[in-house]
T-cell receptor
């Protein structure tokens, strides 16, 4: 598994855009990048997954530069309900099922 | 669809007792897994299964057994509970028919286990 590094915590205010960068210098050619969100007392929830360039869905955008050694999860116009822990995972499902969640990034949104 | 269900939601055990945490999914997912999450920590993989009859160890398998007799069910057995196994246990499932598929996992609500 490629090791990932992300900030431990980030603070923001309602209405702002939050960008969380994950470093994964040892990413392999067939690895995908996946982000999860976890609220207190709940299981993680899949947010977005990408391989290269940019992926966007109704929740977030994922930006992946050409060298794929990092990725940035962008949460547009956050609200108080976006306060959660966000995890970045890197790996390839086809031959690597040992998924590993690091400590994640705790995002706190204030009014 | 009920998604991924886990029972019980809460459990208190005494040291040395055994028990089974239940996990079921109704999405016909091939891949299922068990994680534990200690306070303030990320999730650590205990065991996983890529299909009925196939299981393998994750990062922290000691003290736990699993079996996968059906696609739907993936129970986790604690053989002899220890205080170090106090944690929140999450079960997850996903389809895994394409690259990247196993990473879109659906998690259950968790079982909060305390061992005294």
């Amino acid at each position: 598994l490629a090791k990932t590094t992300q900030p431990i915590s980030m603070d923001s205010y309602e209405g702002q855009e939050v960008n969380i960068t994950c470093s994964h210098n040892n990413i392999a050619t067939n690895d995908y990048i996946t982000w999860y969100q976890q609220f207190p007392s709940q299981g993680p929830r899949f947010i977005i997954q990408g391989y290269k360039t940019k992926v966007t869905n109704e929740v977030a955008s994922l930006f992946i530069p050409a060298d794929r050694k990092s990725s940035t999860l962008s949460l547009p116009r956050v609200s108080l309900s976006d306060t959660a822990v966000y995890y970045c995972l890197v790996g390839a499902s086809s031959n690597d099922y040992k998924l590993s969640f690091g400590a994640g990034t705790t995002v706190t949104v204030r009014a | 669809n009920a998604g991924v269900t886990q029972t019980p939601k809460f459990q208190v055990l005494k040291t040395g007792q055994s028990m089974t945490l239940q996990c079921a999914q109704d999405m016909n997912h091939e891949y299922m897994s068990w994680y534990r999450q200690d306070p303030g920590m990320g999730l650590r993989l205990i065991h996983y299964s890529v299909g009925a009859g196939i299981t393998d160890q994750g990062e922290v398998p000691n003290g736990y057994n699993v079996s996968r007799s059906t696609t739907e069910d993936f129970p986790l057995r604690l053989l002899s509970a220890a205080p170090s196994q106090t944690s929140v246990y999450f079960c997850a499932s996903s389809y895994s028919t394409s690259a990247g598929g196993a990473y879109e996992q659906y998690f259950g609500p968790g079982t909060r286990l305390t061992v005294t």
